[in-house]
């Protein structure tokens, strides 16, 4: 596996078809919510004496990433237009490499054109197909 699109096509795999879009968009965000807070325990368990646990914040990270798509799926992105997006943002904000001057001013904000309105299989279900 090389990119993000096939890692989500891997992962949707292993999805609850019988869900609903509604009950999977949260699935997603509890699920999520909940592997990042494994994450931070990972890291909590450092100031009580811990060692890092390299293998299991690997494994965390990686329960962080099926969530993500699965909540891709939900509105029906790919994870490889969210990630380019994501660096496009970054190359706005700062020109080279991070400086706090550039991400004190963020002008990737300030450049931020209307939102479209968002068409997803999430809103589409929700508003009985409408998708608004």
Known sequence: MTTFDEYQSEARRTQNPALPTWAMREHALY?????????????????????????????????????????????????????????????????DKFTEAESRARVDVAKKAK????RSRYYASVKGGKGK
Request: aromatic share 8%; glycine share 8%; proline share 3%.
């Open 31 to 95: 699920g999520l919510a909940a592997e990042v807070g494994e994450v931070l325990g990972i890291h909590q368990k450092i100031h009580q004496g811990h060692p890092m646990d390299d293998t299991a914040l690997r494994l965390e990270i990686g329960d962080c990433l099926w969530f993500l798509a699965e909540l891709c799926d939900v509105y029906g992105w790919h994870m490889s237009e969210i990630a380019a997006a994501n660096i496009a943002k970054l190359r706005v904000r700062y020109r």
């Open 115 to 118: 939102a479209e309105p968002v």
